[in-house]
């Protein structure tokens, strides 16, 4: 059975690009797997600096997992911070780590250049932060979006290095990419992101669910006039939770023309409402019983520590440290 690692920031709201870009692929992916999943909460520390927020995104990230499927019993759960191998391995890579290397990465540059993020030390460090959460565990396969594949790259990249330096230690993981559902529009057309605030959050109250939905970006064609499903964010994002034949109907509803984007919307939303109806009634369950979910992430960490403890150990054998 082959082992998959991957990590979502505790850095706001769930929202559906979450579900259907990492978590959706988490949960069926448990079923034939080993399965290692983290809330990623020290990258979230370069963007979340309001420490009531972060303890609030870190439980709200766990109750969506489970709420949305994740078995605590099949997969490893557990929080990135409570396991201070990842900082310390994180050092030991950096210290071998051509500043170069970091300097390419798309994420970087992209602060930059947009000014979106804060362009501090840990968001330059952040592809070694990330290959230290790899490479602890020594999966497989690592889920992760089109726009992450790079750093998969970075952290086969390092993993050589090391390997090459202090001998064999690490296998290098593969990227795991589902083509077809690589980015998730967001109701302005770009990535779906808590930082263009172009969400549509899974867990949100039913009004600003319902706000947010009819909120999404369309074109100027008349009611009467035929429309493009190609260039529908809202059939885009209805594909994506429908099933074939309910595709099919919709996609036949535009080009007959007729049809406004407003029952369009209607209709996504219905969608939406439908396909959560049990993970949402869940996650508010899970309010009135936090413990569940705190003792789920103690047992995910007790059991994430003894394999990481063991990989450090063995890297700092290799670099002499011990």
């Not at 290959?131 to 992760?144: G, Q, S, T």
């Not at 049990?278 to 960490?301: H, M, Y």
Request: aromatic share 8%; charged share 25%.
């Amino acid at each position: 059975m082959k082992r998959i690692l991957s990590g979502v920031q505790p850095s706001g709201q769930i929202h559906l690009g979450n579900y259907l870009g990492a978590i959706r692929k988490h949960i069926e992916m448990q079923k034939n797997h080993e399965c290692y999943l983290f809330i990623a909460d020290l990258h979230a520390l370069t963007t979340v600096r309001d420490p009531k927020q972060m303890q609030e995104n870190i439980l709200n990230l766990a109750k969506a997992y489970i709420a949305l499927g994740l078995d605590t019993k099949k997969t490893v759960f557990f929080q990135q911070s409570a396991i201070a191998e990842h900082s310390e391995l994180c050092w030991i890579l950096d210290s071998l780590t051509p500043m170069g290397l970091l300097e390419r990465a798309h994420a970087w540059k992209d602060a930059k250049a947009k000014g979106t993020k804060e362009a501090t030390v840990g968001l330059f460090n952040y592809p070694v932060l990330q290959a230290a959460d790899i490479l602890l565990y020594k999966p497989d396969l690592v889920p992760v979006g089109q726009d992450q594949k790079q750093h998969i790259e970075m952290t086969r990249d390092i993993a050589i290095k090391f390997n090459q330096t202090y001998g064999e230690t690490f296998h290098l993981p593969e990227p795991h990419i589902e083509k077809e559902v690589a980015t998730i529009p967001g109701t302005d057309g770009q990535k779906m992101s808590k930082s263009y605030g172009n969400t549509i959050d899974i867990f949100a109250d039913d009004k600003t669910l319902k706000k947010q939905v009819m909120g999404i970006q369309t074109d100027s064609t008349p009611l009467e006039k035929p429309k493009d499903t190609k260039k529908c964010i809202v059939f885009n994002l209805y594909s994506l939770l429908a099933t074939p034949a309910e595709t099919t109907s919709l996609s036949k509803k535009y080009k007959k023309g007729g049809f406004g984007y407003g029952d369009a919307k209607k209709l996504l939303l219905e969608k939406i409402l439908d396909h959560f109806g049990e993970a949402r009634k869940t996650f508010f369950e899970l309010d009135k019983s936090p413990k569940i979910v705190q003792n789920a992430l103690l047992q995910g960490n007790k059991k994430a520590k003894a394999l990481a403890e063991k990989t450090l150990e063995e890297v700092k054998k290799k670099a002499g440290l011990i």
